[in-house]
């Protein structure tokens, strides 16, 4: 943020500069008040890490990013205090008036932290009640002004949340924000590495009002003497995206046919659609504020992910952290999807092409979501592994053109030299190309006739000009039972009953007619056995997609780094390596597409990574930001 502000609360002077009240409460008794008064808490809510977001760079006065004015605007300010024992005492809800404008004022000895909001927070403290020793600001909260009265600070940790702004005017978000969570020396128990949820104070920062008066006629008062500083960051993540000039080549298939990618839009892959209220380093299973011992995590996460000199850390663990349930395919989502948003089956959310909507170069803002490093590796997952799936992504969209027109095509099989081989959907939709069902009927073993004493396979011959006898279509549910075939992939399949065609049931160990539901469901689960799948393309729709690389990945031990994604060991893969986290910037920048994309049969269909293929032949780069900044990601394609 590089936003100064004086918040202030209705009728209440703001002191500028402060020094140490002449008459703090008692903190005898264990900081239980003497009486009841209230008090003022003198606050300035600085942006942690900077503006708000850090990037990954070399040199540590350019991990950090500044915020737009619409990013550090800041419409409802609301404190919520806890006692030592990290019980609910209060809450102080404040707004900002009109005439509150921005201005910047940047703290030079502070490269990480950019922007002062300041505010004098009154508090009404209970004779006998123990005084608060914690305190929470929320920014632009989403919910209503008391969602969280009465809540322990466990209790309010463990929220979840579904949206990353306030409310919109004007087609503007207001960003929420709360504190920034790391690991420092907590200063109401005197311990070092814990994990700062709240920021502590001690109670002789509790100023009254007589207090306040006398700073404002002292002009030699150290403020940072009473001042408590609330370090807080956006809930939302921010991705960039764009393409290099001159990054599309044309890609040349089997017999010189030549496709031209057009760029229509790009999205988020993969992400969780609600987030803890307070960035959480939870263990498996826990209860409690028994959050993973920071040197317990120091053994796992990359160097620098904690730095209480900046009051940030760069990594959490997200509501889906340990879920080792997610989709192979898109049938996992289509098959099980019901028609509610509650219905969705997976934690993370799948963009369809429909969905990602974002133009080239507009930024997405997203909710965190990151993943344990057992899922990158597949160490606890011994019946499914396609980490690809699970790792947040983004998916660019387009459409190939063949000779200037977009036509519906199939890529199936390849040529000697490595080209995939390309059919039509109908006759003469492309010059000297056959149909994709022509060429899938000629080489098919599964459906027979009777030929004398004998069965011999189905040909075109012997269908009758015009015949439905088959179709080139995805599997349906019942003819997939137990396998996993990708989205985009298609193969010939027998359309309703025919009488006189024939399969071998290995089962019966008989030749059976296709003359019933269940007999057709086995022929066509050996047609797809027996040809395989094609890639679909149709209307020429097609998708990228690149996994979101975060701070882990350029650790120095980071054998990958370098590879092309088809040359990734992912038993070498880190918790850190990948994911999403919020108050970073990710910039995804284009260098190349040269390959050829998974092709998409329905723009309403998930867009899950190929199963078959690890790579593209597309050069890309990762950047994240000061919000922090991450080093720009590049891809090739």
């Known amino acids: 943020m590089q936003n100064y502000l004086k918040l202030l609360f209705a009728g209440l002077p703001l002191a500028l500069l402060a020094s140490c009240s002449a008459d703090a409460p008692d903190t005898g008794n264990q900081g239980v008040a003497d009486k009841s008064e209230t008090r003022y808490l003198k606050v300035n809510l600085v942006n942690a890490g900077g ?46 008036t009109a005439a509150q404008d921005p201005v910047n004022n940047s703290d ?52 979840l949340l579904d949206k990353f702004y306030s409310h919109e005017e004007g087609g503007n978000k207001y960003f929420s924000m709360n504190n920034s969570v790391y690991y420092g020396r907590d200063e109401v128990t005197g311990l070092e590495n814990q994990l700062i949820m709240a920021t502590p104070f001690d109670t002789n920062k509790l ?7 006398n700073l404002d006629k002292d002009p030699d008062a150290q403020i940072e003497d009473v001042v408590v500083d609330i370090y807080v960051e956006r809930y939302a993540a921010k991705v960039n995206f764009s393409i290099d000039e001159n990054a599309i080549k044309k890609f040349t298939a089997a017999d010189g046919i030549e496709l031209e990618f057009t760029p229509m839009n790009w999205g988020v892959n993969a992400y969780e659609k609600k987030f803890f209220f307070l960035k959480s380093f939870r263990q498996e299973n826990q209860t409690g504020l028994n959050f993973m011992p920071y040197d317990d995590l120091n053994t796992i996460l990359f160097p620098g992910w904690n730095k209480p000199e900046h009051f940030r850390s760069f990594w959490a663990r997200t509501p889906g952290y ?15 999807a ?14 369809s092409a429909n969905t990602a909507k974002n133009t080239i170069g507009q930024a997405q803002y997203v909710i965190e979501s990151t993943l344990k490093g057992s899922r990158l590796t597949g160490a606890d997952m011994p019946d499914q592994y396609l980490p690809l799936t699970s790792i947040p992504s983004v998916v660019l969209v387009g ?6 027109q977009v036509k519906t095509f199939y890529a199936y099989q390849k040529n000697a030299e490595g080209q995939p081989e390309i059919y039509a959907a109908n006759d003469g939709d492309i010059a000297g190309v056959k149909t994709i069902h022509d060429r899938l009927l000629e080489t098919q073993t599964v ?5 004398g004493t004998g069965y011999t396979p189905v040909r075109k011959s012997d269908l009758v000009a ?54 057709i469901n086995k022929a066509n689960r050996l047609l797809y056995q027996n040809l395989g799948g094609a890639h679909a393309y149709i209307d020429g729709m097609a998708f990228f997609s690149a996994p979101i690389q975060h701070w882990g990945w350029y650790r120095d031990t980071n054998e990958n780094k370098g590879l092309s994604m088809a040359e990734w060991d992912w038993s070498k893969m880190k918790t850190g390596d990948f994911g999403i986290v919020r108050n970073h910037i990710y910039t995804i920048n284009i260098q190349t597409i040269a390959g050829l994309g998974t092709g998409i049969i329905s723009t309403d269909d998930p867009l899950l990574p190929p199963t078959d293929k690890v790579s593209y032949a597309v050069k890309f780069r990762v950047n994240i930001q000061k919000w922090a900044t991450l080093p720009i990601q590049n891809w090739e394609w």
Do not use: W
Request: charged share 25%.
């Open 338 to 351: 019901g028609a509610g948003e509650d219905d969705y089956p997976y934690t993370v959310y799948y963009q």
């Open 447 to 451: 459906v027979l006739k009777q030929n």
């Open 399 to 404: 459409q190939y053109k063949i000779g200037g």
């Open 466 to 519: 015009g015949s439905n006898t088959f179709v080139v279509e995805h599997p349906k549910k019942d003819v997939r039972t137990g396998l996993k075939v990708g989205g985009d992939l298609v193969t010939l399949q027998v359309n309703g009953a025919n009488s006189g065609f024939y399969y071998y049931d290995s089962d019966t160990k008989q030749y059976t007619e296709i003359n019933s539901t269940e007999a």
């Open 108 to 159: 030079p000895s502070k490269p990480s932290v950019r922007g002062f909001y300041e505010a004098n927070v009154p508090i009404n403290l209970v004779q006998g009640e123990k005084m608060p020793q914690y305190v929470i600001c929320i920014i632009n909260a989403v919910n209503s002004g008391n969602f969280y009265e009465g809540l322990s600070m466990e209790a309010a940790q463990a929220k």
């Open 207 to 213: 100023l009254t009002m007589t207090d306040l008066e």
């Open 322 to 336: 340990y879920d080792n349930d997610y989709p192979l395919v898109a049938d996992d989502i289509l098959d099980e």
């Open 51 to 96: 503006d708000g977001t850090r990037a990954i760079g070399d040199n540590a006065d350019t991990d950090y990013a500044n915020g737009t004015e619409a990013e550090n605007k800041i419409r409802t300010v609301d404190f919520y205090l806890y006692d030592a024992d990290k019980n609910f005492h209060s809450h102080v809800p404040m707004s900002l």
